[in-house]
C-alpha cells in the first residue's frame, strides 16, 4: 500500500482566549464551499522559519487563519502556485483547501473580498451584575459604588441583546458576567442566564457564557452549578505570591493570592477548568516564568494582558509598562512554554489583545457587535467607559447606536491607523487597544504606545507554536496532519 507522505501539520482548535475584552472579528475572506476546479489559484508572500530540519514554520500574519508546519513536500505544492495555475485533478484538495484557509494561496479575485467583509462571529454583551468588589485592584478603573443591577434590569438587558441580535443577524450571544465582583450577585447569574436561554431557543440563537471572576469567593456549589448551565469561568491572578498580591489585594490591604490559588484547584478538582487571565505590568513582569509554569502545571488556558492605565490606576507610575522589563519578562514566560508546551494552542491569548489565530481588522468588538450594560441598564462601548454611556436597554437596537456614535471611543480598522498599514503583523495585531493608544496619544489613527513590546514577541510566540505542533505532532488530539 502506498503510505501518503505528510504536506502540512495544522494546529487543532484555535480560539481566543478569555480576556475582560470583546472579541476581534475575523476577516471571513474565504468562500465555503469553495470550489477549486476552473479557478486560479497563487501562493501569497509568507514568512517561514526553518524550526527543524525538513520542517518549515509557515505564517501570514497579513491574512488567513493561524499558521503550519510544511514538509519538504508541502513547501514544493506551496512553491508551485508562484505563478497562478489550476489545480489538477491529481492534487490533494484538502491540502489546497487548507493552505487557503490559513492564508498561504489564495484564489484570484477573492483578495478585494477580504478588507470587505468582515464576520461577526458573535454579540458579546458585559453583563454589570454590580459596581461593588470585595478586591482594590491597583489597576481597576471603577469606583466601586454600592450599586447592584436589579432582577429587573438584567432581564431588560438579555432582551435588548437578543432584540440588536435579531435586528442584525448575528448567529450567537455571548454573556460575560462581570462587575465589580460577579459572584457577590450568583443567583442572577443563573437567573439571567437561565433566561437567556429561553431566548436562545425561542429565537435559534446560539448562547455561550462566561464568568470574570476574582476567584476569592468561589465555592463548590457555585462551581457545580457554572458547570450545570454550562457556563465558562475566567480567574484573574497576575502572579505568585507577592507579584500578584501587589496587584490584586483585598480591599482591607490583605494580598489575595493564597484565596485566589485554593479557588483554581477547587475549580479544577471539581472538574472545571478555568481559563487564567494574567494583567503584566512592569511591577510583575518579572514573576511571569513563575506564573506561567503554575498555570502550565495545572494545564489551563491563559491570556496574558498588558495593563492598560485609566484615571483612577495613573498614580501608579511603577505600572507603567516599560519596554524592557515587559519583554524580557514575556520571554522569559515564553522560555517556560518552550520547557513545557500545553497541548491545546496559547495563540489566542500570548500576546496582550493581538489574536494570532485569524486575521482581523479591528482589535475588538468595540462599536461593532459589543455592548457594555452597567447595574441601571446603560449602555456603553467598552467597559472601561462604562460611566460613559451611549444609550439604554429600553432602546429598540441598542447595537444600532453604539455603532453610530461618533463622540467615544473610535475603534478603527487597522488599515487606518499611521504606523499599521504596512506592518506585517497588522491583521493579527490590528494596531492595539484603541482606548490605550488614545490615552497615550490623544489619537485614534495611529498605531499602539506598545508596538515595539509587539513586535519584539511576535516572531517568538510563533516560533513557540511551531514548536508545539512537532512535540505533538503524533497527537491527533493536538495537530491535524493532512
Ligand atoms: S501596533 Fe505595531 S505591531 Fe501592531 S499593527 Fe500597528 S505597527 Fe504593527
Ligand atoms: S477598547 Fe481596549 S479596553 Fe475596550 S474592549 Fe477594546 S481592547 Fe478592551
Redesign the pocket.
Known sequence: MKTRKVKILVPQNLRLEENDCACSTKIAFVPENQILQGVLIRALKLDYQEIYSGYKLVFNPQLGNGLAILTSTGWNILNSFSNSRHITPQEDKEVVKKMIDLGFLAVENDMQKAESFPFFASLSAWLHLTDRCNLRCSYCYLPHVREDMSSETGRAAVDAIFRSALANGFKQVKLKYAGGEPLLRFSLIEELYTYAGQLSEANGIELEGVVLSNGTLLTAEMIETLKSLGLRLMISLDGLGQYHDSHRPYAGGRGTFADVSEAVDLALAHGLVPSISVTVSSRTAEGLPQVMAWILERDMPFSLNFYRENELSASHEDMQLDEKKIINGMLAAFKVIEQNPPRRSFLGGVVDR?NLTASHTHTCGVGQNYLVFDQNGQVAKCQMQIRKPVTDVHAADPLALIRADQIGIQNLP?LE?E??K???????????CPLT?HRATGRYDV??P???I??AL?PEAVRLEGLRLLKYQDDPEVVVKL
Request: hydrophobic letters at 20%; proline letters at 0%.
Open positions: 493581538s487597522v491607523k504606523g499599521c504596512t506592518c506585517e503583523w497588522k491583521h493579527w495585531c490590528a494596531g492595539g493608544t498605531k499602539s506598545n508596538c515595539n509587539y513586535k511576535f
